[in-house]
């Protein structure tokens, strides 16, 4: 079945440490996006790319790094910088239309990230 | 910049009852509106949408919501209360020119009571 994998589902992170949470897709989606939520803040967008091999920041992306070297793949790092890593991690996937309407976008079953 | 703003982070509703979430957003531009569904441990669920056209917009499982200009909002509604809907709800807002960013708000807990 097509949809959006993300691992692991639980990840715990030491001081100091960078983390890499994995997303996958078998969409053929061209545009991928990383979401943070914390209790009461709803969802913040911390890196989005519309197209492989190219990534824009989002609102929250200090501490955080994106690739997106194959289209089906945007694997987001939390690193050292990021003070407060706990919190679950969405990703998700669209498909951008001609004429740039807004399609729904398709989420993962989200990364619960805490730090030890 | 948009904003959205949900009314109640927690509400409770009697099995039968209505339910009625409470969204007001803030854009300089035609907004898209969204609304999506969280049950525990998942990933979000498209409700609905609203683009252009119609203003009463219906979407799955027997929710609906309706676009006001006017006085800026976008509630989510349902006649009747099943114990499934009791998960998490986010409205959501759009720009089309950013393509497909989402802005999203604090999101509002549904609790079911039998």
């Known amino acids: 079945d097509g949809g959006i994998t993300q691992s692991p589902k639980y990840l715990f992170r030491k001081e100091g440490q960078n983390v890499t949470l994995s997303c996958e897709q078998n969409l053929n989606h061209d545009a991928m996006y990383w979401y943070r939520q914390d209790p009461g803040q709803g969802l913040r967008l911390i890196y989005y790319?519309?197209?492989?091999?190219?990534?824009q920041k989002g609102d929250i992306a200090e501490g955080y790094s994106v690739s997106r070297e194959k289209k089906e793949s945007f694997p987001l790092t939390v690193t050292s910088a990021q003070k407060n890593p706990t919190a679950f991690y969405l990703c998700?996937?669209?498909?951008?239309?001609?004429?740039?309407?807004?399609?729904?976008?398709?989420f993962g079953s989200g990364t619960q990230l805490s730090v030890l | 910049a948009q904003s959205v703003t949900q009314l109640g982070s927690h509400v409770s509703v009697s099995e039968g009852a209505l339910v009625l979430l409470r969204c007001n957003y803030s854009s300089s531009v035609p907004p898209y509106l969204f609304w999506y569904v969280q049950y525990p441990n998942q990933g979000l669920q498209l409700l609905l949408k609203?683009?252009?056209?119609?203003?009463l917009v219906k979407g799955i499982n027997g929710f609906e919501a309706e676009f006001k200009k006017s006085e800026t909002s976008f509630h989510l509604t349902k006649p009747s209360a099943h114990m499934s809907d009791a998960a998490e709800y986010f409205c959501a807002v759009s720009d089309s020119a950013a393509g497909n960013k989402l802005t999203f708000g604090g999101g509002t807990r549904v609790l079911v009571k039998p």
């Open positions: 790319s519309q197209i492989v091999n190219d990534f």
């Open positions: 998700a996937s669209s498909i951008p239309g001609p004429r740039r309407r807004n399609e729904k976008l398709f």
């Open positions: 609203y683009t252009t056209g119609a203003t």
